[in-house]
């Protein structure tokens, strides 16, 4: 199935349907429990709300149960690149506004509050993270640029509550750059601490409290270690796209390890099977309990299309982890970005391809973008690329940022423009619909 959705054409959808190996796969027959078939069509857009108006709207979003967050990079109405997140919440109406968060701190051009978000739900309610990557601050009197910082928001009786995770005191380290969490623990990256060898920080809840666990660097000086994280389980994900491998510089590396500092250990630092120089590996990363997907944005196509990208799927296996598939475009492009952005819901990634050039009627519609559905079939039978979605505007990047849960899919539309030709950006919405699913499948 392929769908196309966007404020520049009616949605339309033709059924589209192949396999990540060359022999064909029945689906029907290899399709897990509760995900056979599902439909994805288009269910309307977000766009900066009229009332507190910004640029780059969907340049980060995640999605946690009945939430959505949303970061734009410059609030129209306030100081540029100053950042901003709109967090919404669905009922029976739909998505409807919940709350339009700018930084606790005074306003600073540049700060990038919402450049990274997550969401996760908890028995105490829905735990909102937040990073401002650019937020200079003040050390002893002398000003440390871009050192950035970490927020918890914690949603109390409708209201949005406020917390500093905390703040770096190193020029550049971008603390905040990346987030992940699930409700109970948080970490981020810092990929320019100490001349872009970069440096993870993990921080535990105790009630109110939010400790610092521990922080963590790894691989060498331009790693930008920390560039991307992810939570999975009781082990963290964490992405150095330049790291150096075989004598490749930026071929990238990823470090598994253990999220807290005194948790069993485990360590594995996973790589490209086909590693090459400036392949990008992990300047993307999402994750299960079971399974991480990495992406290699620059990675060569098989026989052609260069710099098209990858998305290579690892799971535990014992004390191990293995590579369970490499993904690809179902039309790979040079250049095209596939693995700009990876989302996880259970047995389906999403994954973004934002600089994809789209052909309609004979005309291409350039650095457009698209995102792409992948189901995990049973058994050993690998992975369907079940479902795509395509954008119509020129230069939008459709799939700069993802998310799913089990029913719906955002996609960051970070550059869309409205009737001034600003880049207001939106975000695209999909919902799982599986009525008549088993006549098509």
């Known amino acids: 199935m392929t ?22 796969i029945d689906r029907s027959d290899t399709a897990p429990a509760g995900s056979a078939g599902h439909f994805w069509p288009y269910a309307g857009t977000l766009q900066t709300p009229p009332t507190n108006p910004s640029l780059y709207f969907g340049a980060a979003v995640d999605m946690s149960g009945d939430y959505l967050a949303v970061g734009s990079q410059s609030p129209t109405d306030a100081t540029p690149l100053a950042g901003r997140v709109h967090v919404y919440r669905h009922s029976a109406a739909g998505w409807q506004l919940d709350a339009a968060l700018v930084s606790p701190d005074a306003a600073q051009q540049g700060s990038l509050f919402g450049n990274s978000v997550a969401l996760a ?23 440390v640029p871009q050192a950035g910082t970490v927020w918890v928001f914690t949603r109390i009786d409708g209201a949005w509550v406020e917390t500093r995770l905390g703040a770096a005191s190193s020029p550049h380290a971008l603390l905040g750059f990346s987030v992940d969490t699930d409700g109970s623990h948080v970490i981020a990256g810092k990929p320019g601490y100490d001349g872009n060898h970069g440096e993870i920080v993990v921080w535990q809840r105790d009630g109110e409290v939010w400790n610092v666990d521990h922080s963590t ?31 490749d510089s930026n071929a990238g590396l990823v470090l598994v390890m253990p999220l807290l500092f005194d948790d069993e250990p485990f360590s594995a630092v996973l790589h490209d099977p ?5 392949e990008l590996f992990g300047i993307t990363v999402a994750a299960t309990a079971d399974r991480f997907a990495v992406g290699s944005i620059e990675d060569d196509a098989p026989g052609g299309d260069p710099d098209s990208g990858s998305v290579h799927v690892f799971r535990i296996d014992g004390d191990d982890v293995v590579l369970d598939a490499t993904l690809r475009s ?6 095209a ?23 309609l009627f004979g005309t291409t519609f350039d650095h457009a973008g698209a995102a792409h559905l992948f189901r995990r079939l049973s058994g050993d039978a690998g992975w369907s690329q079940e479902t795509s979605f395509y954008n119509f505007g020129e230069g939008e990047q459709m799939g700069w940022s993802v998310a799913m849960d089990a029913q719906r899919i955002a996609i960051g539309v970070p550059t869309r423009t409205d009737d001034a030709d600003l880049p207001v950006g939106a975000v695209d919405l999909f919902e799982s619909d599986s009525i008549f699913a088993d006549g098509f499948d």
């Open 3 to 24: 769908y196309f959705g966007s404020l520049r054409a009616a949605a339309v959808s033709a059924l589209f349907a192949s396999t990540c190996t060359a022999s064909a």
């Open 121 to 143: 739900q908890t028995p105490e309610g829905i735990v909102l993270v937040v990073g401002e990557p650019g937020r200079d601050r003040m050390v002893e009197g002398n000003p």
């Open 217 to 247: 660097t790894a691989f060498e000086v331009g790693a930008s270690f920390g560039y991307s994280v992810a939570i999975a389980g009781n082990l963290a994900l964490i992405g150095a796209p330049g790291a150096s491998y075989l004598g």
């Open 274 to 278: 086909t590693p090459d120089a400036t």
């Open 330 to 335: 179902p039309a790979p492009q040079q250049d």
């Open 337 to 359: 970005n596939f693995g700009s952005a990876l989302a996880f819901a259970d047995d389906y990634l999403v994954v973004g391809e934002r600089f994809r050039d789209v052909f």
